[in-house]
């Protein structure tokens, strides 16, 4: 008799790259994990789990404040990593998926004020001498060598801050992943956007392509089996690009979701058309950036795309 087998919980988390010249070079800011936590004694990125309906961005910054006592303002999004993991003590296998972002902070000195089940001590640590590292900090490593730094204040790109609502009794979180596909081969720069189907909240308005990531899947591998699926194109020269987060009604349902999309950066070539069957996209066109204006549009895709250079 077959099963079928059970989905892999999904966290998402915010985290912080937050770096300072020290006296041994380029330092970057590290909390301990307490014994209690999935990573006990390694050292991770400052950050956690987002709450019910909080953008990633306000996210980041409470964490930041409960581990390291210290005031910060996250900058642009450097990466989204996501790792599998296996049982440990009482955590069952997993996928944590985690956005990092460039990351200032104010004067002072971290300290963790309170200790709690994930985070006992926090402190900088030079990188010719870093510690046993969590998941999502030697994630970092290879942005600290493409050179990302903590951003300048001009930099700064505050979350929206507006609470955290109440959770309903019906809800779920749906992380997505999306892209700003463009073309440059004629006179006008062009977008690529779909054409959402007749039982969607939105319905009839223009999205960007993509969709929900499955527990097994990575963003990106969701990102680019979306895109195919919903324009017959494959995205090329993809590149992490900003977040969004809101939270909706589901169409002809009471439940509430809240909707965490990645948003990636993309090229494209070629005549689209919707390979899927029976799914969210009703129509798929290249659109000149010109005309925009005209088209009504998905939240998602007024967000991401209002200030857009093409």
Not at 40 to 68: C, K, S, Y
Not at 84 to 101: H, N
Not at 224 to 230: C, D, G, P, Q, Y
Request: aromatic share 6%; with cysteine.
């Amino acid at each position: 008799m077959s099963t079928t087998p059970r989905e892999l919980p999904v966290r998402v988390g915010a985290y912080g790259l937050i770096t300072r010249d020290g006296p041994a070079g380029l330092e970057v800011l590290l909390t301990h994990c307490a014994p209690s936590s999935r990573f006990p004694g390694q050292w991770a990125l400052p950050g956690g789990g987002i709450d019910w309906g909080e953008h990633p961005r306000d996210t980041v910054v409470r964490e930041l404040t409960e581990e390291t006592s210290l005031d910060g303002t996250p900058g642009r999004l450097l990466a989204c990593r996501s790792q599998l993991m296996e049982p440990y003590d009482r955590w069952p296998a997993g996928k944590a998926v985690g956005l990092i972002f460039a990351m200032r902070v104010g004067e002072g000195e971290p300290r963790v004020a309170d200790p709690t089940e994930t985070a006992d001590a926090v402190a900088w640590h030079p990188l010719s001498d870093l510690p046993t590292l969590a998941w999502n900090a030697a994630a970092s490593l290879e942005l600290l060598d493409a050179g990302a730094r903590s951003q300048e204040p001009s930099e700064d790109r505050p979350g929206p801050g507006l609470g955290v609502p109440r959770r309903p009794r019906s809800s779920r979180r749906r992380l997505g992943a999306y892209a700003i596909a463009t073309n440059h081969e004629g006179e006008v720069p062009r977008v690529l956007l779909t054409k959402l189907a007749a039982d969607d909240p939105e319905a009839d308005s223009w999205n960007l392509p993509g969709g929900g990531v499955k527990p097994e899947e990575s963003p990106l591998e969701a990102l680019t089996r979306e895109f195919h699926e919903e324009t017959g194109l494959i995205p090329a020269d993809v590149a992490v690009h900003d977040v969004d987060s809101r939270v909706y009604e589901a169409w002809g349902s009471k439940q509430v979701k809240h909707s965490i999309g990645v948003i990636y950066r993309a090229t494209a070539t070629g005549t689209p058309r919707v390979v899927e069957t029976g799914g969210s996209t009703a129509e798929v066109a290249w659109w000149p950036t010109d005309q925009l204006d005209e088209l009504r549009l998905s939240q998602l895709a007024q967000s991401a795309l209002a200030d857009h250079v093409f």
